[in-house]
């Protein structure tokens, strides 16, 4: 792809993720004009009441594109490292695992804030991610590909089913986790921001520097380990960077699905294989898409709202079904 088109694609999709913000602080179920949600972004003296409906949004606004963001990420991530062109982070059972441990905590240890969530979630998503690898590597061969997807599908069904058995005798603790499980964005704070900030800079530092090895990785293992790159690591720093974006995301806001599905997957029909193009710009779109699906949740919802992970999947599903018809997915 030409340079001078590859700036026009991140220019348009920089100004849309711009007007998706400014539609995130003016709609909601009382809707603002966009003039006064810029001026209340320009004025730091105006206390009318515009101004502060739009300043109460702002936390909300800022956690939706950093949660967008890490999920694209993490979902171009795990679509690479496991040459599968439609997995997401749930292929190594990153949310069941980040959701058992937080149904552990809610049902023996009384955790009910965000605080507590990302620590438990980001253990379980961990702890999962390492029992996943080790499954995948038993065997002939060591691990691979099919392998990896294969024992996270089965971990993840295990996971499933033991969070079943906790949360079903626990009627408190269901209502608790039905909430969290949907996926939602509008508990976002700055406190739970500056919470996961630190996680989410990392894990994108970590896949932003991947980005060469990793495009190394899609000729084949055979062909990466003679260029020099060691497979089994770079795979193991990916992952971590894939689960603790997803998991420190997942903690504050549930399993929202779809987005580190569908961006990578789409965007990749714009930049081909190239991670250097794929991942900043599978940040910019996910962010983009999130923030949509927000403010879809709210005006339709009015005066109440839809959670944000019922959107997703919402869009994300005949998404999929119009990309999958309309090109041939083959692996990466």
């Not at 209502?175 to 969290?180: K, L, Q």
């Amino acid at each position: 792809m030409r340079p001078t088109r590859t700036i026009g694609i991140y220019l348009v999709s920089i100004i849309f993720l711009g007007i998706c913000v400014i539609t995130s602080l003016a709609l909601g179920s009382k809707n603002i004009e966009f003039s006064q949600a810029i001026n209340a972004l320009l004025s730091s003296n105006d206390t009318s009441f515009a101004t502060l409906v739009v300043r109460e949004r702002i936390p909300r606004t800022i956690f939706s594109i950093i949660a967008g963001a890490s999920l694209g990420v993490s979902g171009a991530i795990m679509q690479s490292i496991t040459r599968n062109p439609i997995a997401d982070p749930s292929i190594l059972g990153v949310n069941t695992g980040a959701s058992l441990f937080v149904v552990i905590g809610i049902a023996f240890f009384n955790i009910n804030s965000p605080n507590q969530y990302i620590w438990i979630a980001l253990a379980g998503a961990g702890i999962t991610t390492i029992v996943v690898y080790g499954i995948a590597s038993i065997g002939n061969g060591g691990m691979t590909p099919i392998k990896l997807a294969l024992a996270g599908a089965a971990t993840s069904a295990v996971l499933s089913s033991l969070v079943s058995a906790i949360i079903l005798p626990r009627s408190d603790v269901m209502d608790t986790f039905r909430f969290w499980q949907v996926g939602s964005v509008s508990g976002a704070t700055w406190e739970s921001i500056n919470l996961i900030l630190p996680f989410i800079i990392i894990g994108l530092m970590i896949s932003m520097a991947s980005t060469p090895a990793l495009n190394v990785l899609a000729l084949g293992d055979d062909v990466a380990s003679g260029l020099g790159v060691n497979v089994g690591i770079i795979r193991i720093i990916c992952a971590t960077s894939g689960v603790i974006l997803s998991g420190a995301t997942t903690a504050i806001a549930g399993p929202i699905g779809f987005i580190g599905l569908m961006i990578p997957h789409s965007v990749r029909l714009i930049f081909g294989s190239n991670l250097r193009g794929i991942v900043p710009m599978s940040a910019i779109c996910g962010a983009s898409l999130l923030i949509i699906s927000d403010v879809l949740g709210r005006v339709i919802g009015s005066p109440g709202e839809i959670q944000v992970g019922i959107i997703t999947a919402f869009l994300g599903a005949p998404i999929l079904i119009i990309i999958a018809r309309k090109a041939k997915v083959k692996a990466i």
